[in-house]
T-cell receptor
Framework: DADVTQTPRNRITKTGKRIMLECSQTKGHDRMYWYRQDPGLGLRLIYYSFDVKDINKGEISDGYSVSRQAQAKFSLSLESAIPNQTALYFC????????????FGPGTRLTVL | QKEVEQNSGPLSVPEGAIASLNCTYSDRVSQSFFWYRQYSGKSPELIMSIYSNGDKEDGRFTAQLNKASQYVSLLIRDSQPSDSATYLCAVSLFSGGYNKLIFGAGTRLAVHP
């Protein structure tokens, strides 16, 4: 089945450490997204990419960076993790043409101590 | 005013009843509307999409859209305990040169036997 995968699924780290979260997809979609989810705040967009050469900031990009290594791979980095970046992180994809339906990976639970 | 608003719940309904979940949005020009189901600790799963006024039925689920009132709802007939989850409303909004999805914070549904 065409799918969206994320690694790692869980990560505990310390303040100041650099962390990379990875996302891969076999759906053949051009568009990829990174969200974080916090209780009561819903999903908030961190970065999005419409193709390998197109990367854009979302509403909460401070403290994060991304890399689109290939159509199928989109990674999120926390250069120097801080405790308020503790959250559930989701990668999502959507096709270029269509109605903006987005399909989510299983998520990464990140805890920054 | 939040762009997409949902009652956080919990909405508690008995097994077999109809669950009614509501969502309002602020952007009059939004064209695409989605309902996602999210089990605790899991990723959002797309269950319904609707693009024109009226009702759209898929099995036990019915999405209703009223663009004049800026209101979209999800009805779940014959509710089952397995329907207990958080339901996220998402609205497509054209901003910053592309159609992005804005998510509500979700309504928690509890179906009790």
């Amino acid at each position: 089945d065409a799918d969206v995968t994320q690694t790692p699924r869980n990560r505990i780290t310390k303040t100041g450490k650099r962390i990379m979260l990875e996302c891969s997809q076999t759906k053949g979609h051009d568009r990829m997204y990174w969200y974080r989810q916090d209780p009561g705040l819903g999903l908030r967009l961190i970065y999005y990419s419409f193709d390998v050469k197109d990367i854009n900031k979302g509403e909460i990009s401070d403290g994060y960076s991304v890399s689109r290594q290939a159509q199928a791979k989109f990674s999120l980095s926390l250069e120097s993790a801080i405790p308020n970046q503790t959250a559930l992180y989701f990668c999502a994809t959507s096709p270029t043409k269509g109605t903006n339906e987005q399909f989510f990976g299983p998520g990464t639970r990140l805890t920054v101590l | 005013q939040k762009e997409v608003e949902q009652n956080s719940g919990p909405l508690s309904v008995p097994e077999g009843a109809i669950a009614s979940l509501n969502c309002t949005y602020s952007d009059r020009v939004s064209q695409s509307f989605f309902w996602y189901r999210q089990y605790s600790g899991k990723s959002p799963e797309l269950i319904m999409s609707i693009y024109s006024n009226g009702d759209k039925e898929d099995g036990r689920f019915t999405a209703q859209l009223n663009k004049a009132s800026q209101y979209v709802s999800l009805l779940i007939r014959d509710s089952q305990p397995s329907d207990s989850a958080t339901y996220l409303c998402a609205v497509s909004l054209f901003s910053g040169g592309y159609n992005k999805l804005i998510f509500g914070a979700g309504t928690r549904l509890a179906v009790h036997p």
